[in-house]
């Protein structure tokens, strides 16, 4: 996948077929770190031990429509091989935690990519399942909570064009308000 972004979305997606009710998506990115951290936290399912030793080999997966699973594989390289790290930590009937550590300026790091369109396509297109999102640049934060949405919009489904696209312009707003519209 050429940007972090979809690394990010096929994890989501991956939580979202683990049953999860609630997904936690933070990106978090340090100048002075030198750092782009990505976690994914999940109450999913989980997995077992012997099926979270397998999840990272690229020859494994649960899936019946394809007999590879190159997601978690390539995000963890695509991470160690800019000088960061990966980590994922599983519990059967407890959830998932990924998490992702990129050197920023090495010249390998993809770019993040299109983040608000992976969030609001969790969002609006998994409407059972509740999202928190957190971008943090530095020292500027912004949070984004499913929860608080469909609270405030009641029986309006989120589906609906008009909410969509309002969440859509919410999260290209904050995100552009937080890092003050710096391509990462």
């Known amino acids: 996948m050429p940007e972090i972004a979809l690394n990010i979305l096929d ?3 991956n939580s979202v077929r683990a049953g999860a009710a609630l997904i936690e998506i933070s990106v978090i990115i340090s100048t002075e770190e030198d750092t782009l951290t990505v976690t994914i936290t999940d109450d999913g399912c989980g997995m077992d031990a012997d099926q979270l030793d397998k999840v990272q080999d690229p020859f494994y997966t649960t899936r019946t429509t394809r007999k590879v699973g190159l997601g978690i594989p390539f995000f963890k390289q ?12 599983s ?10 550590v990129f050197g920023l300026s090495h010249i390998d790091r993809m770019p993040l990519g299109d983040i608000n369109a992976t ?30 949405l469909k609270q405030l919009l009641g029986d309006v489904p989120l589906q609906t064009a008009e909410v969509s696209k309002f969440i859509r312009e919410y999260l290209d707003e904050n995100k552009t308000a937080t890092d003050n519209g710096i391509e990462i």
């Open 11 to 13: 994890v989501a997606e």
């Open 78 to 89: 695509a991470a160690e091989c800019t000088g960061g790290s990966f980590s994922i930590i």
């Open 91 to 100: 519990e059967k009937g407890r959830g998932t935690a990924v998490k992702a």
């Open 119 to 148: 969030v609001h396509t969790l969002v609006v297109f998994h409407p059972s399942t509740d999202v928190i999102y957190r971008y943090i640049f530095n020292d500027n934060t912004f949070v984004m909570d499913s929860r608080e």
